[in-house]
Antibody, heavy 118, light 112 residues
Framework: EVQLVETGGGLVQPGGALRLSCSVS????????MNWVRQAPGKGLEYVSA????????YYADSVKGRFTISRDNSKNTLYLQMSSLRPEDTAVYYC???????????WGQGTLVTVSS | QSALTQPPSASGSPGQSVTISCTGT?????????VSWYQQHPGKAPKLMIF???KRPSGVPDRFSGSKSGNTASLTVSGLQAVDEAEYFC????????????FGGGTKLTVL
């Protein structure tokens, strides 16, 4: 069974930092592009970041570029998102998402809530 | 503001069909056959329902179908059931690089 479990969310002050982790099981992690997608409370989905299988290539939405860093440890089957200089508008549920054919996403974690507030 | 435009709401009675639209541009929906649709029930993670415009993952009922014409993609739910009441999001590859995906703002489907 495929499982993606995010941890690391919580309350942080504006300007602060947080690191999200996503522990994966049930598929060969090292052979899939992995992604982070977020959803602000009551809002739609926003594609945040992606990383290639070996970590050599990454993508960031303009809204987080320069502040967030995606990484992965294939030996630990874990995906990370280091977030810094956090802003109130970064408040959202962050989902760890597995890549699927044709730029779709077939497995999602349960999400972890990040709240940026003073 | 989301990159892809969806109507905020749609509704239908049990057994009826409803179609949800997703409008983009020639740089995303119109330029590639890489449109996906996701279903999200309250408090749950999204679930992939359609990929590559019209393909259904294993386990998704054939009541769900997708299509595309020009810059607009559509999701049709036939034989509406109460369990279909949820938020639906479309997405498309946007071609900037190998990863760039954009989402629609979501459509709340109500089964009357």
């Amino acid at each position: 069974e495929v499982q993606l479990v995010e941890t690391g969310g919580g309350l942080v002050q504006p300007g602060g930092a947080l690191r999200l982790s996503c522990s994966v099981s049930g598929f060969t992690f090292s052979t899939y592009v992995m992604n982070w997608v977020r959803q602000a409370p009551g809002k739609g989905l926003e594609y945040v970041s992606a990383i290639s299988t070996n970590g050599a290539s990454t993508y960031y939405a303009d809204s987080v570029k320069g502040r967030f860093t995606i990484s992965r440890d294939n030996s630990k089957n874990t995906l990370y998102l280091q977030m810094s200089s956090l802003r109130p508008e970064d408040t959202a549920v962050y989902y760890c998402v597995k890549d699927a054919p044709a730029y779709s996403f077939d497995y999602w974690g349960q999400g972890t809530l990040v709240t940026v507030s003073s | 503001q989301s990159a892809l435009t969806q109507p905020p709401s749609a509704s239908g009675s049990p057994g009826q069909s409803v179609t949800i639209s997703c409008t983009g541009t020639s740089s995303d929906v119109g330029g590639y056959n890489y449109v996906s649709w996701y279903q999200q029930h309250p408090g749950k993670a999204p679930k992939l329902m359609i990929f590559e415009v019209s393909k259904r993952p294993s386990g998704v009922p054939d009541r769900f179908s997708g299509s595309k014409s020009g810059n607009t993609a559509s999701l049709t739910v036939s034989g509406l059931q109460a369990v279909d009441e949820a938020e639906y999001f479309c997405s498309s590859y946007a071609g900037t690089n190998n990863f760039h995906v954009v989402f629609g703002g979501g459509t709340k489907l109500t089964v009357l």
